[in-house]
């Protein structure tokens, strides 16, 4: 019989061993899956910065219009290069 408020699956390793857990599951994760998550991002970012690019250029100083279509380039060749290390 187990006592109260402990569940059969895990032993009771506190904060510590959570944090060691999900630090062996992150580490142990396959190289092409973190790839794919940077993908997400970059491309995530890319649509956002256009999307702000495309809907409030026109009432940006020239100044913002300026880094935010560095941005948007900057993500675009980002991605390409993430993209690049996918398809070997």
């Known amino acids: ?3 109260p408020g402990q569940s059969g699956g895990k032993q009771a ?5 959570s944090i060691a857990d999900g630090w062996k599951v992150m580490h142990d994760t396959p190289h092409d899956v973190m790839v794919d998550l940077i993908m997400v991002q970059v491309i995530s970012l890319l649509v956002g910065s256009f999307l702000l690019l495309a809907t409030q250029g026109y009432k940006m100083s020239s100044a913002s219009l300026t880094w935010t ?4 380039m900057f993500f675009f060749m980002l991605s390409g290069v993430v993209y690049k290390r996918l398809s070997y």
């Open 69 to 72: 279509v560095g941005i948007v």
């Open 13 to 17: 390793g506190g904060i510590g061993g």
């Open 1 to 3: 019989m187990m006592p």
